[in-house]
């Protein structure tokens, strides 16, 4: 099993006033704060680390910005599995242990990737019956109002790369997660190997290479729409509006980040296993299903199964 998920990821910002207002208004749960670093926590026990510019224990920079998250660190199920991996990959590249629990290093794009033995807590989740056309699952019974959202858990972070695909075989070559889906000419989608979320890590094609959104998931559309409500209040909209992907299938409301790239409030992705058989997705057909605000046209239906070759990430 290995690697379980996202256990922290570390922003570096240079306004740490507005991080701390954005994560809070967001609804995390703000655990401590100092001059320079502030760090909140989820109800998994994963954390959010913001660290200003003057911080002496950054991690480098991922690509040209000096801002957005510059280390993601996965939770790991334990020491023997920490140990495996880090034997593994300290074979072609410098790799630092903190303790007997911990060990960082930079992946083939340049990202600094830390490994922690750590247990995510497991998120209890309310039954959500809905109603449909001949369907009643909730009868005599009010939905739960929502006043804002309270995220449990980052379900998936993603970075861009001009080569997508060889940043994304260090994970399934080395730290053993598996690939989801693929994007034509857009990136990789990949999952660890402890974790049924569609994908936890998004490498996506661009030019430069440059951190992108974290998702941070909720309950449903409702706790999603009534957080982006309450952003709305504090001055924070997004760009696009509420969607849904086809790829994963996940609700998304993407919200800029005064610490760089977007945040994410995301719901109801598909769940994965080693059942589950790859896809190749047209970039625009797979990236959004539908939209809050109309696209002018739909793109052409491009889906398929992966051949072996599509997923040689060579
Ligand atoms: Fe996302």
Redesign the pocket.
Known sequence: MAITGIFSITYATNDLASGIRFHSDLGLQLVQSEQESADFELPDGSRVLLRGLASPDLPPAYGESDCGVREVCWAVDSEASLFKLAGDVARDRELRFNGTTECSFLDDAGLSVRLRVSSLKPIAAEPDPTNAPGRVDRLNQLRRWYERATPQQMQ?I?FCAPKPREAARFYVERLGFSISDIQEEGGVFLRAPGNTQHHNL?WQRADEHAFR?V?YGVANVDEIMAGAAFMARQGVTSHLGLGRHRISS?F?YYLPNPCGGDA?Y?TDSDCLDEQWQPRVWGRAFGHIWWLAQVRAQEPAPRMRLANAEDLKLA
Do not use: K, N, P, R
């Open positions: 998936h993603v998004y959104h998702s996940t998304f994410e995301s």
